[in-house]
């Protein structure tokens, strides 16, 4: 996967956490990732690009309406998740795998221009660093601490001063 350009939804007319979007040559295949496990959080990680779920096993299978995703592990052990849930960056962050960051992602580069049909996606942070340098006027990847658990995430921001930090 290369990151080809990015933007930033700044988020100004709702109180989200601005969001970083990305346009790549290619979204690697969830078969081209190798998962580790940990604490109930599934991840797998390819050339920057990541992917996750959170999954406990039986009783724990209601997400995706049930779907199955077979995943490959680091071992080469072949996984099945029965309904998985969707998670987020931060909950990955709190593990030893990561840090990633949350993104929009498409291969479309009319999609920065329209400023829709992306599809969710996460980077690892080298890779949204990388996207963060290409993005328009200047702006850094901070990051924060957000939720009751205080999940370590990194969102944009404009540097007002004018100067990268």
């Known amino acids: 996967m290369r990151i080809l350009d990015a933007g930033v939804d700044w988020m100004e007319d709702v109180?989200?956490?601005?969001?970083?979007?990305?346009?790549v040559d290619e979204i690697p295949s969830r078969d081209d990732l190798q998962f580790q496990h940990e604490d109930q959080i599934w991840c797998g990680i390819n050339d920057g690009y990541a992917s996750y779920y959170a999954w406990s096993g039986d009783g724990n299978d209601g997400g995706f309406s049930g779907r199955c995703y077979e995943i490959t592990m680091r071992s080469g052990e072949t996984v099945t998740l029965k309904g998985p849930w969707s998670s987020r960056a931060g909950c990955v962050n709190q593990r030893s795998f990561g840090p990633v960051l949350d993104v929009r992602i498409s291969t479309d580069p009319s999609a920065l221009e329209r400023g829709y049909t992306f599809r969710t996606g996460?980077?690892?942070?080298g890779a949204a660093k990388q996207a963060i340098d290409l993005v328009d006027g200047v702006c850094h990847?901070?990051?924060r601490l957000k939720y009751s658990n205080d999940e370590p995430v990194w969102v944009p921001v404009r540097d007002e001063r004018g100067d990268e930090v």
Request: charge should be neutral.
């Open 15 to 23: 109180a989200n956490d601005p969001r970083l979007q990305v346009i």
């Open 141 to 143: 990847l901070e990051r």
């Open 122 to 125: 996460a980077l690892t942070l």
